[in-house]
């Protein structure tokens, strides 16, 4: 259950069940005195008690511990409302920060879905089931915000924080120059695409993470440790997949279109997704949500560089090729 992936840098990986991710990595650094982790899992039991194990098991004191933490997601953020100490200092990103704080995002984007054609009591079920609502992070959390080119150390190792938005408004990766090591959380993994999904109008994050991507892909490193399954090298070659997944999926979008003006949830629904359900009709809400923020994020993209263009139509949001 615990790797030792560098001296003094440990990989738990913590359980995540009935989640296609499996598990989530958590990344202990051990340092004299104070000990650093990278990101958690959810707020569960099922993740605390692998979590309380493994720490047990490396002898770390959570009272002589800080923590950073990648992105807002549950799987990421969730626990450490559960591990952290008076004493811990806790890194996070100031937009990610800026959304938790702004409250719940669940109303606010059903107006989004309903105008994009996401059917209601569908949306309804996609929230009432949402692990990232179930599991998250209880209480207020103090931050301490960090920004670009900011250095955390820890024992041996200097990390410098990498912004990489795009899977999440504020995403942060951590890079190690020396060792030439790359903590990438959610933004490159070696057998999943990263979700990039949007849920409201005034963001770009495609563009955003493929700008991330071009940002990392100069950086010199050796390993990559991700936010899950398992460490890869060669990160160029995953970056350069990464950008023809969606450059693949940008033509998807506009080939469904060219056969006729459609809204995001019809556009979702014609789309070829990776999972294991014989329809479009038997996915369960949830995934259909997860696809439909794909497909959105996809359009704003194409919109944006003038390929595709939107208009609405009474209550709703039609989408078409640019003449
Ligand atoms: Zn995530």
Request: proline letters at 5%; a negative charge.
């Amino acid at each position: 259950m615990i790797e030792e992936v560098l001296p003094n840098l440990y990989k738990i990986e913590v359980p995540l069940p009935r989640n296609p991710l499996q598990a989530i990595n958590s990344y202990i650094i051990k340092g004299q005195g104070q000990s650093l982790i990278i990101d958690t899992g959810m707020n569960r039991e099922e993740c605390m008690r692998v979590m309380s194990s493994g720490l047990k098991e490396l002898e770390v004191d959570l009272k002589k511990t800080d923590f950073f933490i990648t992105h807002l997601h549950a799987d990421h953020l969730g626990l450490v409302s559960s591990l952290a100490t008076d004493t811990s200092t806790i890194y996070f990103n100031q937009p990610d920060a800026n959304s938790i704080n702004s409250g719940s995002p669940w109303e606010k984007n059903a107006r989004f879905a309903g105008i994009n054609g996401f059917p209601e009591d569908e949306h309804k079920k996609a929230i009432e089931n949402h692990p990232g609502r179930i599991y998250s992070a209880r209480g207020r959390l103090d931050f301490h915000i960090v920004k670009e080119a900011d250095t955390i150390s820890i024992g041996d190792y200097s990390f410098k924080c990498i912004e990489t938005p795009g899977h999440t408004r504020g995403h942060m990766c951590l890079y190690e120059p020396n060792k030439k090591i790359f903590i990438s959380g959610d933004h490159i993994l070696i057998d999943i695409t990263p979700n990039i999904s949007l849920w409201s109008d005034d963001e770009n994050p495609l563009r955003e993470y493929l700008h991330s991507l071009d940002k990392v892909y100069d950086l010199d490193i050796e390993l990559v440790l991700p936010g899950h399954r398992s460490t890869f090298k060669n990160h160029k070659e995953r970056i350069e997949e990464l950008k023809h997944h969606h450059q693949t999926r940008a033509e998807e979008v506009l080939s469904i279109l060219e056969k006729g003006n459609k809204n995001a949830f019809q556009i979702a629904s014609q789309m070829t997704w990776d999972l294991s359900y014989e329809s479009w009709e038997l996915f369960p809400p949830s995934q259909k949500w997860f696809a439909f923020g794909e497909t959105i994020s996809h359009l704003k993209y194409l919109e944006e560089r003038r390929k595709i263009q939107k208009e609405t139509q009474g209550q709703e949001v039609v989408y078409s090729l640019k003449e």
